[in-house]
């Protein structure tokens, strides 16, 4: 990442600092500002102390709302699994008692799968078939437990119905006790282990509240209140990945615009989302290669801040596409024809004068090039399909501080001399090339190549400078007709 741009040390060290005040973490940004990497990025740095097992609720969408539960519990299942497949094997008796649970709430499935077995005894044919069998002791061991359990007890039947049930709230099957003891497991090995919920805000609205309310309301149902640590599955973290605003703009849509979502999401977590965009460093850091070519940071950096917002699938592939686009910069910034513009002098008041002479050896014409900033900028607008005059307007209606310099007056100034005819070069007295417009007493005086090009405007020690006194209008208007130069 680090040929790339400057790495993410600072935003990741601020997450971190978050992460780790909070069990119950937000990260939200826009769909396309880099969430995924960023946390990708954030997993790597803390590999040492914990486990991420993510989950993509996106893969939910087709499923009932009641069901979405039994898919985190697998997902989450196959996630413990996947980080150290050998956890199974270490499980003592207690632990082995679950999988037995397991069975017996799969027993149906267990015992249809066992095939009859036909045997001859004595010359007569007989059918024996285990499946059966197994089913008959099977509902005979459930019956003794439940006698025993609830025997002396009436409402302790009651109170364990809800630990069986699908969905519901206090749910507590086979599987989620079997997921709390190999997070355990995991934590008796050093480990702490953190449940990630991706792109929360790409679902299906009735099941992004249904996430957060499983995850809401398993957090208190042990003990009957919340105090900011416990959740369902004994995870030491949950982190969720979403666009908060979106959610909160979905809330309301959904239960109207008057409803406390603030109250609602408090439920989950109380603390404030960690708010992230990875466009803002993108665009800096594409703005410094712009300004390479355009020599104004104000002009790159808003034309950079264009680029990385009109690029809709930067993210997908981070570091391909920063690569594309620092190339194309290089390229498109060279993208325009080298040529010569030339512009008439007046001297015709030198003529009466003693200097004569002199002043008719002097050029009777100047000329710049096209090799200026403003022609690399307008080639990288069109390189980028974005058009030049307007990233130039909202330069023009950007903030200025007191003494600050007109961006787009100094980017277009030597090219507009051909154009604006009140920017007519002129010979003085003193047979020296000045820059004489609108309101200008004096003028600027112009440095010149050997061979007549105009290569700077030189500013007057006081008061204003010329092209303070051209419209800006008129300056936008005339850009345009650099276009023809342009690859």
Known sequence: MKDIFAPLDEEINSFKRYFRENDRCILSAPFGEGKSYFL?????????????????PTNYQICDNRDILEYIKRD??????????TLIDGLDATKLGIIRKAILESKEDISECIPDINASVCGVELTFSPGKVVNTLLKIWESCEKLSDAHGNPYKEYLLSFSTEKGGIYELD?????????????????????????????????????????????????????????????????????DFKNVEKIYHHMYGEKTDFKGYISKFSAVCPFE??????????????????VKDSVVS?????????????????????????????????????????????????????ANMEQARSCFDELYIT????????????????LNSRKILEMVVNLPRQYNEIDHVRELCGLPMIPLIPTLQPVLDYNLIFRLKGVGSSQGNELRLSSDGEILEVMKLPYGNNLFDYVKIEDVLDKVSEFEKYLY
Request: glycine share 2%.
């Open 40 to 56: 990708n990025e954030f997993i790597k740095s803390e590999v040492e102390e914990y486990d991420f097992i993510t989950i993509y």
């Open 76 to 85: 989450i299942l196959f996630g413990l699994i996947a980080l150290d497949d």
């Open 174 to 242: 086979a599987v989620t006790n079997l997921i709390c003891s190999l997070v355990q497991a995991r934590k008796e090995n050093d480990r702490k282990v953190v449940l990630v919920v991706e792109d929360l805000d790409r679902i299906d609205p009735g099941h992004i509240f249904r996430i957060l309310n499983i995850l809401s309301a398993h957090m208190a149902y042990t003990n009957g209140y919340d105090d900011g640590t416990k959740n369902k599955f004994n995870f030491n973290k949950i982190l969720l990945l979403c």
């Open 276 to 293: 992230y965009s990875i466009r803002d460093k993108i665009a800096k850091h594409i703005g410094c290669l712009i300004d390479e070519y």
């Open 301 to 353: 950096n808003t034309l950079a801040m264009e680029i990385v917002t009109n690029a809709k699938s930067l993210i997908d592939e981070l570091p391909e596409n920063i690569r594309s686009m620092k190339d194309r910069v290089h390229f498109a910034a060279k993208q325009y024809r080298r040529d010569k513009i030339s512009v008439l002098v007046k001297k015709e008041h030198l003529i009466a004068m």
């Open 370 to 385: 096209t090799a200026k900033p403003l022609l690399a900028f307008m080639a990288i607008c069109k390189t980028f399909s």
